[in-house]
């Protein structure tokens, strides 16, 4: 099969290898496991890390990343649930940049057949996120407000989604004006430019602040991220897309009763892996609704994987980045 790997860790520019590998016969963490034949591969923040040396897994080399896969079951375990044919997302940790991949039963998930393979491969990563940071870390409740910073992305537009289909109330936090038409398509109430008195347009659209924020981005907004909350409100860390790793007095805790909580969906599924088939048949509803309907941005081919990466570490991104395999 053809795979890309990396080689060195040396930037998206330069770290990528394609290949010709074995297929895999079993899933990274072991035992019998749901082989795919991969259709289309998401691509996340964590890969450009990775072609860094900078996340926080460190794979020997060479590995080939990618942790989401969408595609078609070639083979399965008896008493998976699963059987050849079916139309499935995975989560496969690393792997997933290949023509075939497997997973653990667990990990993998049917997708309706209203869905393109390249909406099935922003299932996984993001939705379960957003469900992990809105719910069992943020214990947002139907009628809060929910602000989410880098609200066009991948992870953004999952929570827009997630958080409305919970009945929550929304507002984004965009770059750009084009990025204010995708938040708006995932079903942000509000959007306020963050190159303008954004934290301002909060507080007065909200009646005195949110209930909640979600961060995948950090940096110089984090400040008045905070600022935005009403008493007794949260603020969900969930990474630092923006580069910059925020600092806080602690004494602006003091000031209202507000919380500053950690929200590393990875950590706690590697801890308490029955998190994953849990937050699975939590959102299984919302799919079914309509509510979750991932949008995808922009597509490339598996030899291209280098300038997907690109496309995010230039914040190039709006939905989620996919590779298509066929």
């Not at 992305?153 to 409305?164: E, S």
């Not at 984004?172 to 398509?185: C, I, L, M, Q, T």
């Not at 969906?265 to 849990?278: D, K, L, M, N, V």
């Amino acid at each position: 099969m053809q795979a890309q790997q990396i080689t060195e860790l040396t930037g998206p520019d330069t770290a990528l290898t394609l290949a010709d590998l074995d297929e895999p016969t079993a899933p990274l963490q072991g035992g019998e496991g749901v082989i795919i034949d991969v259709r289309a591969a998401g691509v996340s923040f964590p890969e450009l890390l990775q072609s860094r040396g900078e996340y926080q897994f460190k794979a020997p080399l060479p590995f080939v990343p990618g942790s989401e896969v969408a595609g078609v079951v070639r083979t399965a375990p008896e008493g998976s649930g699963f059987a050849p044919g079916d139309r499935v997302a995975a989560f496969t940790f690393l792997g997933g940049w290949a023509e075939v991949a497997a997973a653990q039963p667990a990990m993998t998930f049917p997708i309706p057949d209203s869905w393109s393979f390249a909406q099935g491969a922003a299932l996984i990563l993001n939705y379960h996120t957003a469900y992990f940071s809105l719910v069992t870390r943020g214990r947002v409740q139907s009628g809060d407000w929910v602000l989410v910073q880098g609200a066009a992305g991948g992870v953004g537009t999952a929570t827009l989604q997630v958080a409305k289909g919970l009945g929550a109330r929304t507002v984004a936090v965009v770059s750009s004006d084009a990025k204010a038409e995708v938040a708006r398509a995932a079903g942000a109430d509000v959007v306020v430019r963050s190159d303008g008195p954004w934290k301002d347009e909060v507080l007065d659209a909200t009646d005195g602040g949110v209930d909640v924020v979600i961060d995948p981005v950090g940096g110089d907004r984090f400040t008045d991220s905070l600022r935005s909350l009403r008493r007794a409100g949260r603020l969900v860390v969930v990474g630092f897309t923006g580069g910059e790793i925020p600092t806080v007095k602690v004494n602006r805790l003091l000031l209202r009763n507000t919380e500053v909580i950690g929200a590393a969906w990875g950590e706690w599924f590697f801890a308490e892996p029955s998190i994953g088939p849990r937050i699975g048949a939590a959102l299984q509803p919302l799919i079914d609704s309509g509510a979750i309907d991932p949008p995808v941005g922009a597509t490339f081919g598996l030899a291209d994987a280098a300038e997907a990466l690109r496309t995010l570490d230039e914040r190039r991104a709006t939905g989620k980045v996919v590779l298509e395999l066929g």
